[in-house]
Nanobody, 120 residues
Framework: QLQASGGGLVQAGGSLRLSCTAS????????MGWFRQAPGKEREFVAVISWSGSTKSFANSVKGRFTISRDNARNTVHLQMNNLKSEDTAVYYCARGRRIGLTESDYDYWGQGTQVTVSS
């Protein structure tokens, strides 16, 4: 199970920290990713982190504003989102990766999503 939390309403320029807590699998051995889906749009890749945390990758649209981290002792992955923009408004999903990838097919287990709304 993947339980995402931390979403909410924030003004443009503000920050939010999303968390995703995992259970039911060996979290410390799995790459973990974040995706998002805005209304009327397809789900898109946001960020991924390797099982050790040594490798990270970000979508161009969030580079320099978002960071991803993980705490394997707590089975949790975080997405720190700074300088939020209205175009960041979406439902954010965490997912377990089969590999460090940028597409949905690289992930095999998804959380339920948490809504992030950025007001301008």
């Amino acid at each position: 199970q993947l339980q995402a939390s931390g979403g909410g309403l924030v003004q443009a320029g503000g920050s939010l920290r999303l968390s995703c807590t995992a259970s039911g699998f060996t979290f410390s051995r799995a790459p973990m990713g974040w995706f998002r889906q805005a209304p009327g749009k397809e789900r898109e890749f946001v960020a991924v982190i390797s099982w050790s945390g040594s490798t990270k990758s970000f979508a161009n649209s969030v580079k320099g504003r978002f960071t991803i981290s993980r705490d394997n002792a707590r089975n949790t992955v975080h997405l720190q989102m700074n300088n939020l923009k209205s175009e960041d408004t979406a439902v954010y999903y965490c997912a377990r990766g089969r590999r460090i990838g940028l597409t949905e097919s690289d992930y095999d287990y998804w959380g339920q999503g948490t809504q992030v709304t950025v007001s301008s």
